[in-house]
């Protein structure tokens, strides 16, 4: 009991002591739908209003871009450049802990990406990472539970990087060595030759790097797991039994092991076929996986319940509140979710908002609920 009291003030004084952030302004220049417009905005939560169309999703974005130097809708980095324009810019001025801190990206077509913090270039976008956390719930949330087991391992990779530097840069270099194996197996079979040692070289690296990345995800989801649970009981108010399950070949065999029993497939297939890059999760309700058996609200709530997760666990890991960005969700969500939502808001210290919608009235009446200081831009 001393123990969990203990524990429990440590928490107190940990969150207590956490650093305050928060955009106090944004400029946008040909980004997308915008020529040049500038957002001063409020510390707690701004909203952005108007009809579909126009920009409220791609401000969010535009927000998302300074924290992860990418765009979360579109993977085409020139297609975030205004139709006709040569370059876009974003620039946002942040407070830290009473400090001003300067992040512009900008991307010129035909030229490199440019991502600057106070006027120093990065070399690695990746040393960026997780310097301002941030955690989107949007609709295309949706394609965590409908594509590939890509965008599931990306989710993953997201939350542990965010706070964890170091993994993401285990990731990237995993990943730098599949690329070379996969390359050496191409060979291999386009000039009918074989060299086990060569390979066998590829094969240590990926076990080095592999196995951090196996450990990470595993303890990883050890902790993320019973947070999302709690998470999807606070918002579905029902019974039903949600699981995440991490799927991956090296819970009973180590990567070499598994190298070695997959050396012919891969010679024939000319890659990689197995090892931390084909993990995956798996989301079920009451056991059978979510995507074919659970209803669409059911869905909603899982990836709501998911996303708000992350933010818990972002927020236990890092010193700084991550900001939030709720993209259109009050169109998804029945007026219980919003409720319990708006609570969530209301009973937890979040950082900074910013949420997007179609109707000024409604986002008015639930961020008043919140009886935390607003803005309203309509667009
Ligand atoms: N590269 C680009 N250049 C110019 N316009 C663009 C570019 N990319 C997207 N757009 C425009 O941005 C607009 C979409 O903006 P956005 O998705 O932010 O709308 P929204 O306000 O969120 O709408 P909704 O309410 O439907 O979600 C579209 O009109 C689209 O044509
Ligand atoms: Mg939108």
Do not use: W
């Not at 305050?20 to 909203?47: G, R, W, Y």
């Not at 169309?53 to 765009?71: H, P, Q």
């Not at 993994?167 to 990237?172: C, G, P």
């Amino acid at each position: 009991m001393q123990l969990y009291l203990n524990l429990h003030l440590f928490s107190i004084i940990l969150d207590f002591q956490k650093i305050a952030m928060h955009l106090q302004k944004i400029t946008l220049v040909n980004f997308k739908n915008f020529e040049s417009q500038t957002f001063d905005f409020q510390e707690k939560i701004n909203c952005f209003v108007g009809n579909n169309g126009v920009g409220k999703t791609n401000v969010l974005d535009a927000i998302y871009y300074l924290s992860f130097a990418k765009s979360y809708f579109n993977s085409v980095a020139t297609q975030n450049i205004r139709h006709s324009e040569d370059f876009f810019m974003i620039e946002g001025d942040y407070k830290i802990k009473e400090k001003s801190d300067n992040v512009v990206c900008s991307l010129k077509r035909g030229n490199k990406k440019v991502v600057k913090r106070n006027g120093k270039v990065y070399e690695k976008f990746s040393d960026h990472i997780g310097y301002l956390p941030l955690v989107i719930i949007s609709p295309a949330d949706r394609d965590l539970i409908t594509d590939g087991s890509d965008i599931r391992r990306k989710f993953i990779d997201n939350v542990i990087s965010q706070s964890d530097n170091k993994y993401l840069q285990t990731v990237i270099k995993y990943n730098k060595v599949l690329v070379q194996r996969n390359s050496l197996l191409k060979y291999f079979a386009l000039n009918r030759t074989y060299d086990a040692l060569n390979l066998k070289v590829y094969d240590e690296q990926l076990a080095t790097y592999g196995s951090v990345i196996y450990k990470k995800r595993s303890a990883f989801l050890d902790e993320f797991i019973p947070i999302f649970k709690n998470r999807y009981k606070a918002i579905s108010n029902s019974s039903e039994h949600v699981d995440l399950v991490y799927k991956t070949q090296l819970k009973d065999i180590n990567f070499l092991e598994l190298f070695e029993q997959n050396v012919e497939r891969d010679r024939i297939l000319q890659y990689t076929s197995a090892g931390t890059h084909k993990d995956d999760l798996t989301f079920e309700i009451d056991g059978y996986p979510i995507k074919k058996f659970g209803s669409q609200g059911q869905q909603k709530s899982y990836l709501i319940a998911l996303k708000l997760a992350q933010f818990d666990f972002i927020n236990k890991q890092s010193n700084v509140k991550p900001i939030l960005l709720l993209d259109d969700i009050f169109d998804k969500l029945d007026d219980l979710r919003v409720t319990q939502l708006v609570n969530l808001v209301n009973n937890e210290e979040f950082g900074q908002l910013f949420i997007s919608d179609t109707h000024k009235d409604r986002t008015e009446e639930v961020v008043k609920k919140t009886k935390q200081p607003y803005k309203i831009f309509q667009l």
